[in-house]
């Protein structure tokens, strides 16, 4: 082979290895979100208003019509991105990195399941997010859905993670800037629980004193396994302690924490 082929042959191969890593045209990151490393923009849709129902529950397909226990309806400004992950890395480490990443500001989680608990791939995809690529399998999905903090508590984000049959992994993340207020919208027991278990801690930033509702939440919470500990920081951390004992989370499970911690949180005690 001659140098001026040799030549021809590499500049080949690295345009069409730049084309490979190039984003769709037009695409941009979620400015909430950081790109997880190595990963490319393959579909991208933007709406100036949007309806959008956000599930919180396990999703299923009924006589025609899609169920689930929970769901957070609103329109409004909407962004949605689909990443392609390098090969050199899993759906689980990208959807970890962007939950992390949300969660340093403050974001709320109000919804997470893990594998089949959140029902058919298939449905999130085409029903969801209308989105095919996104389409794998049951056991290999990852889902949940963040409250951004004030002052952009009006905010929703989606994240959905899927692997699908041949290997490769996708990350979809989408906005959504309410039109109006969404008000309160509470987590799911289960959620407060995983996040819990998942990373060895719950901090609740508006959450000072502890509310009825909160109160309540935490308590069925803490009831889907009774031999978790935990320790309440904040300066209402006594009052949240005798308000979970009076809703039967026996004493010994809850330890006092520091007092100067914003809001309330709890930490899994080892």
């Known amino acids: 082979m001659s140098r001026f082929n040799r030549f021809v042959l590499g500049l080949s191969v690295m345009l069409v290895s730049a084309a490979a890593l190039a984003d769709v045209a037009g695409s941009q990151d979620l400015e909430v979100l950081p790109r997880f490393a190595g990963s490319k923009i393959v579909s991208f849709n933007q709406a100036a208003d949007q309806e959008r129902i956000y599930p919180q529950g396990t999703i299923r397909r009924i006589s025609g019509t899609l169920r689930y226990e929970q ?5 409004g400004q909407f962004t949605a991105v689909t990443y392609e992950l390098p090969r050199t890395h899993t759906a ?8 992390a990443a949300l ?24 029903a969801v997010f209308n989105n095919a690529t996104l389409m794998g399998s049951d056991n290999q999905q990852t889902y949940a ?3 951004l903090a004030a002052p952009r508590q009006d ?62 939440l935490m308590a069925r919470s803490l ?9 309440i920081s904040g300066a209402q951390a006594e009052a949240w302690r005798e308000a979970l004992v009076a809703q039967r989370i026996r004493a010994s ?3 006092l924490g520091e007092p100067d911690v914003k809001g309330v949180q709890l930490t899994v005690l080892r």
């Not at 769901?71 to 329109?75: D, N, Q, S």
């Not at 689980?92 to 939950?99: G, H, M, V, W």
């Not at 959504?176 to 407060?192: C, D, I, S």
């Open 71 to 75: 769901e957070v309806a609103t329109r």
């Open 155 to 216: 905010s929703l984000v989606a994240l959905y993670s899927i692997t699908r049959g041949n290997k490769r992994a996708y990350l979809h993340a989408e906005l959504l800037t309410a039109n109006a207020a969404l008000g309160e919208v509470l987590p799911t027991p289960a959620t407060l629980q995983r996040q819990l278990k998942s990373t060895g801690e719950l901090r609740l930033v508006e959450q000072v004193e502890p509310s009825t509702a909160w109160v309540e």
């Open 253 to 255: 499970r809850l330890e």
């Open 145 to 147: 859905l963040m409250r």
């Open 103 to 126: 969660q340093s500001q403050d974001a709320e989680l109000l919804y997470w399941c893990v594998g089949r608990e959140c029902g058919s791939s298939s449905l999130w995809a085409n």
């Open 92 to 99: 689980d480490e990208a959807f970890a990195y962007a939950r």
């Open 223 to 231: 009831k889907l396994d009774s031999t978790l500990r935990v320790i």
